[in-house]
């Protein structure tokens, strides 16, 4: 079948994406920015990329109008300005409007568990597209999840964060409710098996794993399984406000995102009975299970996708294109050059950089920038990066976004996503000669940018030397 995907740099979209070329299908790709999705990943005929800004209806006339099927997967929850719920009626119904004029039989959409009477803004966001969606001439398939359990998902690594970084935790009431979380093989296993099953079209199904847990008991179970003692005492005064700045704080979530999560969470999200798992012979994963299996994709590093990579800042999420061609005029720039011992061992510390790894030269100087980042509102180092080894354009990596990752060029571009009165760029290349050349650029705002870079001068100074002279040494 010919499938047109939407949100297709999301977490999901890149689950779903792999198994629904190697089940023969012809996928076409709906991205805001063509370079912000790596094509070199699929070897195959099958699959086409075209750009598409669901916010702007002119540019839905790239989509062809032979499809059969259409997933969509756009959601704005952690947009950092505007109202997402008014962005998500209008993105929603641009793509309405569009596919109701191709050939597409089914819509597929992915949204929350709404079983409440009263629903969060998120929660009737989703619910409210769902109205949207539903009101055309194909069939509509809603399949509606809660917490979704997997290696890179939000919830997964939001969870993480908390076992493995507090061993005592002082909570507030919502960690009392009860949810019913789900694998993420499960969600793509669903996601796959309603295509062209006319039984499920026009039907929502509220998906879920076989457990019905309380956010503390997933804590606790995680810590169980990773062989971490854990004390959590649950208070009745933390406001859905402090929440945030708790999750902000203590998780790699922006505060945008945890505002929303935490609003949320307070209700309870258990999926009403249904026989869909049935109907496609899906086996459902328990949560002790979706952990393991989450660590086990970890540690071999074949995380596929993660959750921090969809969310970019408000700058390259409008241009990406036009960050990748890095600024000469008013800038200040720290080149450095220098002939490296063996440059296949070099590249593949460039590949390696942040993260784990570290930046090879004082990573406690980098911490602290993390840290004075993450108390005016930036990102902090808290994201890390989805794979210690692998590394593509689009990823998040501590407080950088990859522009460009090319390792036949052998050069890596990174854009500044951290709080900055100016934009930065970092780049790393090495030459045919073997000479690697570390590239910083800095494009002030005003006066105080110009004022914050000869502030870090001589910090520059230190650390990119350090940096380049580790890069270059064959061990």
């Given at each position: 079948m010919k499938i047109l995907l939407t949100g297709v740099t999301g977490y999901i979209a890149q689950r779903?994406?792999?198994?629904?070329?190697?089940?023969?299908?012809?996928?076409?790709?709906?991205v805001r920015d063509k370079n912000r999705f790596n094509r070199k990943n699929y070897s195959t005929s099958n699959l086409s990329v075209i750009e598409v800004d669901f916010l702007d209806k002119e540019s839905l006339r790239q989509i062809p109008n032979n499809i059969?099927?259409?997933?969509?997967?756009?959601?704005?929850?952690?947009?950092?300005?505007?109202?997402?719920?008014?962005?998500?009626?209008?993105?929603?119904?641009?793509?309405?409007?569009?596919?109701?004029?191709?050939?597409?039989?089914?819509?597929?959409?992915?949204?929350?568990?709404?079983?409440?009477?009263?629903?969060?803004?998120?929660?009737?966001?989703?619910?409210?597209?769902?109205?949207?969606?539903?009101?055309?001439?194909f069939a509509l398939t809603t399949l509606k999840a809660g917490i979704i359990v997997g290696s890179g998902s939000a919830s997964f690594e939001i969870i993480r964060d908390l076992v493995e970084k507090l061993p005592f935790m002082i909570t507030p009431r919502w960690l009392k409710t009860r949810c019913q979380p789900i694998a993420i093989r499960n969600v793509v296993e669903f996601s796959v098996g309603v295509i062209g099953k006319t039984e499920t079209y026009n039907k929502s199904y509220d998906i879920g794993g076989p457990d019905i847990l309380s956010y503390k008991e997933m804590l606790l179970r995680f810590a169980n399984i990773r062989g971490l003692k854990r004390r959590i005492v649950i208070v009745p005064v933390m406001t859905p406000k402090i929440s945030s700045y708790?999750?902000?704080?203590?998780?790699?979530?922006?505060?945008?995102?945890?505002?929303?999560?935490?609003?949320?969470?307070?209700?309870?999200?258990?999926?009403?009975?249904?026989?869909?798992?049935?109907?496609?012979?899906?086996?459902?994963?328990?949560?002790?299970?979706?952990?393991?299996?989450?660590?086990?994709?970890?540690?071999?590093?074949?995380?596929?996708?993660?959750?921090?990579?969809?969310?970019?800042?408000?700058?390259?999420?409008?241009?990406?294109s036009k960050f990748i061609e890095v600024p000469v005029n008013g800038c200040y720039k720290d080149i450095r050059s220098i002939k490296v011992e063996n440059s296949s061992i070099s590249l593949a510390k460039i590949w390696?950089?942040?993260?784990?790894?570290?930046?090879?030269?004082?990573?406690?100087?980098?911490?602290?920038?993390?840290?004075?980042?993450?108390?005016?509102?930036?990102?902090?180092?808290?994201?890390?990066?989805?794979?210690?080894i692998e590394i593509s354009t689009g990823d998040a990596l501590d407080f950088w976004r990859v522009l460009l990752a090319d390792k036949e060029e052998k050069r890596l571009l990174l854009y500044a996503e951290m709080k900055l009165p100016g934009e930065a760029w970092l780049e790393f290349k090495i030459d045919s000669n073997n000479v690697l050349t570390q590239s910083a650029t800095f494009r002030p705002l005003g006066l105080l940018g110009r004022v914050?870079?000869?502030?870090?001068?001589?910090?520059?100074?230190?650390?990119?030397?350090?940096?380049?002279?580790?890069?270059?040494?064959?061990?």
């Open positions: 779903l994406l792999p198994v629904l070329l190697e089940n023969g299908h012809e996928v076409i790709c709906c059969d099927i259409a997933y969509y997967l756009i959601h704005s929850m952690s947009t950092h300005s505007g109202d997402f719920e008014n962005m998500e009626e209008i993105c929603a119904t641009n793509f309405k409007n569009r596919v109701a004029q191709t050939s597409a039989k089914q819509v597929i959409y992915l949204s929350g568990i709404s079983n409440a009477d009263e629903l969060s803004k998120h929660l009737t966001s989703r619910k409210n597209v769902e109205t949207i969606l539903s009101d055309s001439r708790w999750l902000y704080f203590v998780t790699a979530t922006s505060y945008a995102l945890a505002k929303n999560l935490v609003t949320s969470m307070k209700i309870e999200v258990i999926c009403k009975p249904n026989n869909l798992a049935e109907m496609l012979g899906i086996n459902l994963i328990d949560y002790d299970t979706s952990i393991k299996l989450a660590f086990d994709k970890i540690e071999q590093n074949q995380v596929l996708s993660s959750w921090k990579d969809a969310q970019t800042s408000e700058n390259i999420s409008k241009n990406f390696a950089i942040g993260g784990n790894t570290g930046w090879y030269w004082g990573n406690w100087l980098w911490e602290i920038r993390g840290i004075l980042d993450q108390m005016v509102g930036g990102v902090g180092m808290r994201r890390g990066r989805r794979s210690d914050y870079w000869y502030s870090v001068l001589p910090f520059h100074g230190i650390i990119f030397k350090g940096m380049i002279t580790k890069i270059a040494k064959a061990k």
